[in-house]
């Protein structure tokens, strides 16, 4: 098993940064892909950002150029760096990691921004 234990959220104004983190524990062998997704209320989870084990990034359009998302493959953990926020981007955003055979999803941490 896998655990991913998520921080970084909270209420922010919009044109401000948030950074969230992810890490992983437990019984992890190696750990390819890692990302971001999000979700709002009654709409499906949607891809925000990944990474790849040797650093490749992948990015929604509507975060290209103002969302980062970068790793520490020592530490088992990713992070996103979130700036220029706008309120489109409140949301629950949950961790998401790819290990040999399965993934695993954290628990979420709400993002908040207001106008």
């Known amino acids: 098993q896998v655990q991913l234990v998520e921080s970084g959220g909270g209420l922010v104004q919009a044109g401000e940064s948030l950074r969230l983190s992810c890490a992983a524990s437990?019984?992890?062998?190696?750990?390819?892909?890692m990302g971001w997704y999000r979700q709002t209320p009654g709409k499906q989870r949607e891809l925000v950002a990944t990474i790849t084990s040797g650093g490749r990034g992948n990015y929604a359009d509507s975060v290209k150029g103002r969302f980062t998302i970068s790793r520490d493959n020592a530490q088992n953990t990713v992070y996103l760096q979130m700036t220029s926020l706008k309120p489109e981007d409140t949301a629950v955003y949950y961790c998401n990691v790819g290990v040999p055979f399965t993934t695993y999803w954290g628990r979420g941490t709400q993002v908040t921004v207001s106008s």
């Open positions: 437990g019984s992890i062998s190696s750990i390819n892909v």
